[in-house]
């Protein structure tokens, strides 16, 4: 049990369309990262949120966004959904800004139409 | 850029002690770290080096060598519930990025 959830756990969109998934992360996680994992593939690092400031970001358009609230959760919300988009989504909570461990959530696997 | 190099599939039996490496490209290097992740599951933290040397976690090391960007995980007593994919991943720090950065995976199979 790493203290994260994420909701919903699965999700079928069209492209063209927008969508929020959700992560609640344990008490002392000041920080979370969001990642996206494609089918056999490693998770890429989409973005970090540091005390609800976006404190990092790695190579994706800005149609992905994202906010952390001041209970240890976050969303990711992507727009203009397009079928690349399809992959597992992964929020992974961590203490600090030295990351060196992070505690990831079950994922929300998302299929784009 | 930042890459990372670990072998896509290692197979070994029951008992046995397998190595996977993992070698990168990265600037702003801070420590290495390894991921677990089973089938439909989520990465699971193994380990993390900042420094060089072994570190040692019951049946799991691993090994990192700052000087020629290469580490290792080391899982000795093989077990058939250890097949999964392990993911190395570089903790860069540089200005305005503070993320892992994984590698592709490495699967493992464990035969009986």
């Known amino acids: 049990e790493t203290g994260v959830t994420q909701s919903p756990t699965h999700l079928i969109k069209t492209r063209g369309q927008q969508v929020t998934l959700r992560c609640s992360s344990q008490s002392g996680h000041n920080t979370v990262s969001w990642y996206q994992q494609a089918l056999g593939q490693g998770p890429q690092f989409i973005f970090q949120?540091?005390?609800?400031?976006?404190?990092g970001r790695g190579n994706f358009p800005p149609r992905f966004s994202g906010l952390q609230f001041p209970n240890y959760s976050s969303e990711l919300n992507v727009n203009a959904l397009e079928l690349d988009d399809s992959a597992l989504y992964l929020c992974?909570?961590?203490?600090?800004?030295?990351?060196?461990?992070?505690?990831f959530g079950p994922g929300t696997r998302l299929t784009v139409l | 850029g930042q890459s990372l190099e670990q072998p896509s599939e290692v197979t070994a039996v029951e008992g046995a002690i397998v190595q996977i490496n993992c070698t990168y490209q990265t600037s702003g290097f801070y420590g290495l770290s390894w991921y677990q992740q089973h089938d439909g599951g989520a990465p699971t933290f193994l380990s993390y080096?900042?420094?060089?040397g072994l570190e040692e976690t019951g049946r799991f090391s691993s090994f990192l060598s700052r000087s020629d960007s290469y580490g290792y995980l080391l899982l000795q007593e093989l077990q058939m519930k250890d097949s999964a994919s392990y993911f190395c991943?570089?903790?860069?720090?540089?200005?305005?990025?503070?993320?892992?950065?994984f590698g592709s995976g490495t699967r493992l199979q464990v035969q009986p």
């Open positions: 080096n900042a420094l060089d």
């Open positions: 949120y540091y005390r609800e400031e976006e404190n």
């Open positions: 991943a570089v903790l860069n720090m540089d200005t305005g990025r503070r993320a892992l950065t």
């Open positions: 992974a909570g961590s203490s600090g800004r030295a990351q060196d461990t992070q505690y």
